[in-house]
């Protein structure tokens, strides 16, 4: 059974750091693409960036130049870097990971970002 659970949301003042984590249980996720996105009350969820196979990797526009997704194989994880925080950042933080049998999401972590 594939789980995914994320990790490292919190409480950040704007301009500061978080890191995301997500780790995928139960599947080997070497030559899926993996990817987070995010949801704000009343919004539709939002992608936010992705990472192919060979690491190639694909942001939305708002946070090109401050976010960095970055993957580690050996322990199924990937990750996304967020610095230079906004208000607007402010969001449920959801992993995906695209299988062949279907798209598998996590449970989500709050960020929030105070001004």
């Known amino acids: 059974q594939v789980q995914v659970v994320e990790s490292g949301g919190g409480l950040v003042q704007v301009g500061g750091s978080l890191r995301l984590s997500c780790v995928i249980s139960?599947?080997?996720?070497?030559?899926?693409?993996m990817g987070w996105y995010r949801r704000t009350p009343g919004r539709e969820r939002e992608y936010v960036a992705r990472i192919f196979s060979n690491d190639i990797t694909h942001y939305t526009e708002s946070v090109k130049g401050r976010f960095t997704i970055s993957r580690d194989n050996a322990v199924n994880t990937v990750y996304l870097q967020m610095n230079s925080l906004k208000p607007e950042d402010t969001a449920v933080y959801y992993c995906?990971?695209?299988?062949?049998?279907?798209?598998?999401w996590g449970q989500g972590t709050q960020v929030t970002v105070s001004s």
């Open positions: 139960g599947a080997d996720t070497r030559t899926i693409v």
């Open positions: 995906a990971a695209f299988f062949l049998t279907g798209t598998r």
